[in-house]
């Protein structure tokens, strides 16, 4: 697609020159340039919304995952007993 921009006229000939110097045209370094900004804020926006998912998980009293699961584990096994598929179990009866 074809646009028009109006650029500072040092920016666009700094620009150009070095897109010459890499053998380029200045619409690859352009594309590059937006490319380049698009995925910036892509993962600017990422980071945000992890960091608000941590704050939300710390503030409601979050458990690393391995905690959890061996909690899970120890409450299965009180309720339900262990059985022949349990590695624990098969460790214990050799």
Do not use: C, H
């Amino acid at each position: 697609m074809k646009i028009t921009v109006d650029l500072d006229p040092d920016l666009y000939r700094a620009a150009k020159v070095e897109a010459a110097r890499s053998d380029r045209s200045i619409r690859d370094v352009i594309e590059e340039a937006i490319t380049g900004w698009l995925d910036a804020r892509e993962a600017a926006e990422d980071q945000a919304s992890a960091n608000q998912a941590l704050a939300e998980y710390q503030r409601d009293g979050g458990v690393v995952a391995e905690d959890f699961y061996e909690r899970l584990v120890a409450e299965t096994l009180e309720t339900y007993g262990t059985t022949a598929s349990d590695p624990a179990a098969e460790d214990s009866a050799s």
